[in-house]
Structures are given as C-alpha cells and as structure tokens.
C-alpha cells in the first residue's frame, strides 16, 4: 500500500481524493492537511510516499513546502494540483521538484494515472498542457513571453502579488522578509517593462492568471 498525504484548504477536493484512493487498494490516504506549514511537517516526518498539494496552500506556500522538501533530499514524490493551465506556472513546478503537474478540472482517471506515474518514477503531465510547447526552447510559441524571463522565485513572487497579497503577506507565505520581497517585485516590474504593481496584476487577469471570482 502507497501512503498518501493531501494538502488541500479545501475539504472538498480532499475529500474527493480520498475517496478515490479507497476505491484503489493501491493507495491510501493516510494524512491530510490544510496548510503548507503543517504539510511541510508532516513531509519532513516521512508520513507519506506521495504527496498530493493543492498550489493554493496557505501559511507556507506550496511552491516553498516543495523546494524545501528536495533540498532536504525526501524521497517523497510530488504531484501538484493546480486551478489553471499556465505553462509558467508548469515549469516552475516542474523545475522545483515536482513529479507531475495536474489541473483540478482534470478527471478523476488523470489522476489515478499521475499516482501511478510518479509511484513508478515517472513525471507526468495534464493532458490540457501540450509537452511540445512546455518543453521546447524558449516555451514554443511562447518564446517571446516576458513572464519567461523570470526566475522561479520571481514568478512565485509575481503569482503573489497578482492574486493581490500585500508586500507583508507575501513575505508570510514565503517565509522571507518583506525586504527581499520589494526587492523581487522591482525585479519583477523592471523585467516586464511595467511601473506599478497594479499593472502587473492587470497583465495576470489578461493572461488568465489569476481567478476573478
């Protein structure tokens, strides 16, 4: 048996993955959690063989829990749940350490297939991303992208910032000072060509980025 820990502020969609494991005498969900500080924790502690995170964790984020857990070297595999189709964001993941990337407009098949993949070493992908552009130099068509130039951890900041956290809370979520915060998000503007952090957030709406709702 597989033991599975989901990291997800929505109990629904926790609830949902646990039932599906039950029905797959593969898995098991053996730990859950609402909060990257305590999935963090819990990841440390070595409850679990695979590591199901919703991007969207509060107190620490999800991003952060994942660099963390490969710089400590846990051998866990990571399948992240994500609310969008960004190919940014994909790579980011990806790069970071995660071991498949899965949208939760996925079915519940996706996902059974991505424990298998990730139990068996593998990476994998939602179908609603194409590999061919995820991959290729330069992202495709999307070569000319200028969310391309940023690092990791200045897209993590960007993705913040879009949602409409404050300098303060996304240090919070982070764990970095607000300091080094100001200090990414200049980045950010001065590689994007934009003034205001406003701007920004508009430019993440534009591209469906963030959720409106």
């Not at 070297?73 to 969008?84: F, M």
């Not at 940014?88 to 059974?112: M, N, Y």
């Not at 000319?144 to 897209?155: F, H, K, M, Q």
């Not at 970095?176 to 508009?202: C, F, H, M, W």
């Amino acid at each position: 048996m597989i033991r599975v820990l989901v990291a997800s502020a929505a109990a629904l969609l926790g609830d949902g993955i646990a039932a599906l494991c039950d029905r797959d005498s593969r898995y098991r969900v053996t730990a859950r959690c609402a909060d990257g500080k305590t999935a963090l924790r819990r990841l440390e502690a070595g409850e679990a063989d695979i590591a199901i995170l919703d991007l969207d964790l509060p107190e620490l984020h999800t991003l952060s829990v994942l660099r963390r857990i490969r710089r400590q070297g846990c051998p866990v595999r990571i399948v992240l749940l994500a609310s969008r189709p960004d190919r940014k964001l994909a790579l980011v993941a990806l790069r970071s350490g995660a071991d498949a990337f899965l949208l939760t407009s996925d079915d519940a098949t996706q996902l059974l297939a991505a424990l298998d993949c990730v139990r068996d070493g593998k990476v994998f992908l939602s179908p609603q991303l194409e590999p061919a552009e995820l991959f290729a130099p330069g992202g495709g068509e999307s070569r000319e992208d200028p969310l391309d130039l940023l690092t990791a951890r200045e897209y993590e900041v960007f993705a913040l910032l879009a949602e409409g956290l404050r300098i303060k809370e996304v240090a919070q979520r982070l764990d970095i000072s607000p300091r080094t915060v100001d200090t990414y998000r200049s980045n950010i503007l001065r590689k994007l060509g934009l003034e205001r952090t406003a701007a920004l957030v508009q430019l993440a709406v534009r591209r469906k980025l963030v959720r409106l709702d």
